[in-house]
């Protein structure tokens, strides 16, 4: 069964610290990984997007990093900001167009002053 | 260039009753896809329209139709509401080729009483 996992489900830190989120999966045939951030009320934003030949994609302070051995990926956010507080959600793409999306069910981030 | 708009914003409706919600998507995109997001379920994928055609779903009932227009605006339709049927509607659209991102708009909030 394709399935996607993230951890921590929460988590808390205070700005200018550095956090990483865990996600892994089980898809197939893999197509692609995205990391979107969606802050509370609004539609996800896309911040990385990596296939399976690419191991590490940054934007900004958020890095991405994927193993498509192990089925993992990661996203890094470097000196955080109160702004980074939203949800993380990891999506896998299956199929032979990327077509079949898999959610994760988020990270949410908290940053305190 | 405009991001993808989604109207209403806010929709409160009866049991029983029937809905539509509307999308239009980032000029040029092709492909419209239509997501659920619930706090217990997160987000959850309904199905996709390419070029008017349906091309993929999701496992959602029969009361989830859709449809997409020759500009590549798509509507939603909900039959016969269902208490459970509150969510947040999320459209995304994309140029729909493998390795291209997804940008989804801000949301339909859906509440049925």
């Known amino acids: 069964k394709n399935q996607v996992e993230q951890s921590p489900q929460s988590l808390i830190i205070l700005e200018g610290k550095n956090c990483t989120l865990q996600c892994n999966y089980t898809v197939s045939p893999f197509s692609n990984l995205r990391w979107y951030k969606q802050d509370t009320g609004r539609g996800p934003v896309s911040l990385t997007i990596?296939?399976?030949?690419?191991n590490t994609k940054s934007n900004g302070r958020y890095t991405a990093t994927l193993d498509a051995d192990t089925k993992q990926s990661s996203l890094h956010i470097t000196a955080s900001q109160l702004s980074d507080s939203a949800s993380y959600i990891c999506?896998?793409?299956?199929?032979?167009?990327?077509?079949?999306?898999?959610f994760g069910p988020g990270t949410r981030l908290s940053v305190l002053p | 260039k405009a991001g993808v708009t989604q109207t209403p914003r806010y929709l409160i409706k009866t049991r029983g009753q029937q809905v539509t919600l509307s999308c239009s998507p980032i000029?040029?995109?092709?492909?419209v896809s239509w997501y659920q997001q619930t706090p217990g379920q997160g987000l959850q994928f309904l199905f996709e329209?390419?070029?008017?055609?349906?091309?993929n779903k999701g496992n959602f009932p029969g009361r989830f139709s859709g449809r997409q227009f020759s500009n590549s605006r798509s509507e939603m339709n909900v039959s016969t509401l269902e208490l459970g049927d509150s969510a947040l509607y999320l459209c995304?659209?994309?140029?729909?080729?493998?390795?291209?991102?997804?940008?989804f708009g801000s949301g339909t909030r859906l509440t049925v009483v």
């Open positions: 000029s040029g995109h092709r492909s």
């Open positions: 995304a659209s994309s140029l729909g080729r493998v390795g291209y991102g997804y940008t």
């Open positions: 329209y390419f070029s008017e055609t349906q091309r």
């Open positions: 990596m296939t399976f030949s690419e």
């Open positions: 999506v896998v793409s299956a199929g032979n167009y990327g077509q079949n999306f898999v």
